[in-house]
């Protein structure tokens, strides 16, 4: 025998209260919102794998070793950051697609093994993208985007330990005149410096160089490294001979 | 009539949530008091709040469930929500007198009783987990789609949980013999 009892009491109180069922576009609008966000999930953590690709591609691994103490660690920084930005994103995108409908339907290992390649995906999209557009040196003058996407302006702006970047002003005989990343004007004796073949030495041709600092103003080559992918867009801005020649 | 219709009809009328509420009071009823050991006007009380939420989701329910499953769903996740407010879990520190006064207790309701009340009592000494599971699965006779219907969880989770649920029952069992 049912509780009639309770029945009319459920019934009494929806007549009472005036309850009335939630609209049904109301579900398909949360549902619809939380594979949104999934969406975006993936993109940001594409766009966090696809920034440690551009970073680590861009980094020069021969001369890591002339890097030294805190500027290691710094230069390093960046990539456990994006690293950690995809895992988030990763995980945020567990957890909206598991409260979707019929999210709790797939296996753990697959819906991880499905999201984690989405994400692998669209990065590699993301970083096939950056290596033709090149769109994060329009960045470059934030030095925390600059820093986070190319450690090359970190690593090439330690005279002190031996390596610079810039761009070529001049070329007398064995003498180049650079501009580099900060805006520095810098002599540089190449006379026995070995220059890589894809090095051209003509004005506004940036360049890497490893070598010794002789000055604040002076430097001997060693070796001359092409800039490599993607335009050089350091500070030299501030400097008066660049913008002249520009 | 079939789970939609029910539902179509009750969308239609709010006096046709009667068959709902009437189809699914006692095994309702008997759910939320094995989950939590209550008494019979506790769980009453939390099983008229799952109604009402039922009847507000009305729009949520699609064909692809049970209707079983859903209404289950709603009467688990109010369950959740009395465990939550209430601070721990009621069934972990009842003693075995009291469980046994609580589930003698007449219901007036037409309810079936688990044969194996031994067990039932030794269950509710898991963890919740997997003591939802094992309910569900040999107390309330629940596939494992339905399970993870009810509980929101995948079936290799479903299967994952009972295995284990059982051995720690097993453990109980015999630590008591």
Known sequence: MKNKKLTDSVLERIEKEKIKPIKKDIFVLKNTALFVLCGISILIGGVGFAMNLTFLSRLDWSVITYVQGIMKFVLFTPPFLWLLLTVVSIFMMYIEFRKTKDGYRMENKHLIMIIAALVLISGVIGWGIENKYNITSYFTNVAAIRDATDPRYKIWSNPEDGLLAGEIKEVINDELLIVDLEGMDWEINIKDAFIAGKVVLQNDESIKIIGEKVSNSRFNASKILPWGQGKMRGMQENNSIYRNTK | MTDIELVTASLKDKENFRHIV????????????????????????????????????????????????????????????????????????????????????????????????????????????????????????????????????????????????????????????
């Open chain 2, 22 to 177: 009437d189809k699914y009071q006692a095994p309702l009823l008997r759910y939320i008091k094995r989950i939590l050991y209550l008494s019979i006007n506790d769980a009453e009380d939390i099983l008229q709040e799952a109604f009402i939420t039922i009847y507000q989701n009305l729009n949520q329910y699609d064909g692809k469930f049970k209707l079983s499953s859903w209404v289950y769903r709603i009467a688990h996740n109010i369950a959740i929500s009395h465990i939550r407010h209430n601070g721990k879990h009621l069934g972990i520190s009842i003693t075995t007198e009291e469980l046994e006064k609580i589930q003698n207790e007449d219901t007036s309701l037409d309810i079936d009783l688990s044969n194996s009340e031994f067990v039932e009592k030794l269950t509710a000494r898991l963890d919740h987990k997997y003591k939802e599971v094992i309910l569900l699965r040999f107390f309330e006779d629940k596939s494992y789609t339905e399970i993870s219907d009810i509980l929101r969880i995948s079936k290799g989770t479903v299967g994952s949980l009972i295995n284990r649920g059982l051995s720690k029952l097993k453990k109980l069992l015999k630590d008591e013999k």
